[in-house]
């Protein structure tokens, strides 16, 4: 993908609820490969489903290379499953992590996601989520099962029905994207984006300034809102080769 230059920036702050951050975030710029998984839980099976995962999607991503497909991306994340489902019976304790990641490849940006972390797009001034949550809360806002802001919509949030570690090893979805120059995207754990509203990351994609300023004033958010979990944010701006 030769039409497009891209501009990215990471980071990830702990909060105040846990003495460590259970994130994982991976960011490349040649080829671009942004990657965050959160792991489930303030254990040892949630670090390692995280450090697990991510390692295995970078590593079968750099090996495709310009080859890259949907086929690969669902291989990678079986093959972490695998690994995950036995790190679990190792340590003998919860062992999961949602997933989503951005790849650059001749075909266009490749987006990977299982579990409730996000992937955004602000284009023309119009920010939409391009993922889907896997959780009971979605499924219950789409399908008016119960008010959005409800007790039950809450408790809702945190029933996963997909993430890495699942003993049905379940796939991911794979959305191909065609970029434009103007675009901005982001990946957030559910940390940032439970706790930054839609309207102000909205706000602060739309500001003329470095994909690091916003990182930093997104993950500042977090913390103004009270810093109740890890949160982590990759983003990318594309602009003209």
Known sequence: MTDFAFRAAAGSVVGRRYSDNFD?????QEPLLAVVADGMGDGEGSRTAGRTTVDVVIDRIRTAGNT????TLRAAVAEAQVQ???AGRRIGQLTGCT??????SPAGLWLVQIGDSRGYR???GLLEQLTVDHTM???GAVNGWYPFDSPEAHSARYQLTRYVGHNAHPEPDVLNIAPRPGDILL???DGLTDQVPYSRISEVLQWTATPGR????LLADTEKAGGDDNATAVIVHVAPA
């Open 24 to 28: 994982v975030v991976h960011l490349g």
């Open 68 to 71: 890259l497909d949907a086929a």
């Open 84 to 86: 995950v489902a036995a």
């Open 99 to 104: 997933l989503t990641a951005l790849a650059a």
């Open 122 to 124: 602000l284009r023309n």
């Open 137 to 139: 809360a979605w499924l």
């Open 187 to 189: 990946l957030g754990s």
């Open 214 to 217: 916003q990182v930093r004033e």
